[in-house]
């Protein structure tokens, strides 16, 4: 069967052409009321591991066994200001 009208049916995935299990999910949104007390912790937990509530979350719903969560999705994400005004994050991009 094709995925696309395009694309012969008997190819390899590649590097280039990953297999549909490979690419990643897309980010929806997650929304919970929480205790004022909680949301300030794992804002301060972030800010002291230099990184964002996602990955905190991420790795604490992962720890908890809730998901299943590649450690690339944990990984920050952000962009530094200087390598996006530099350009040379466009080298790096994941897609």
């Given amino acids: 069967m094709r995925d696309h009208p395009l694309r012969p049916v008997n190819t390899i995935p590649s590097a280039a052409n990953p297999a549909p299990s490979d690419r ?3 980010d929806v949104q997650l929304a919970a009321m929480v205790p004022q007390s909680v949301k300030r912790a794992v804002r ?3 800010e002291e591991e ?3 509530v996602r990955s905190v979350l991420l790795r604490a719903l992962k720890h908890a066994g809730i998901a299943e ?3 690339s999705e ?3 994400r ?3 200001a200087g390598a996006e005004r530099s350009g040379a994050w466009k080298a790096t991009r994941i897609r």
């Fill in 24 to 26: 990643r999910e897309p």
């Fill in 44 to 46: 301060r937990r972030a």
């Fill in 50 to 52: 230099g990184t964002t």
């Fill in 69 to 71: 969560v590649d450690e």
């Fill in 74 to 76: 944990i990984a920050d």
């Fill in 78 to 80: 952000r962009i530094a």
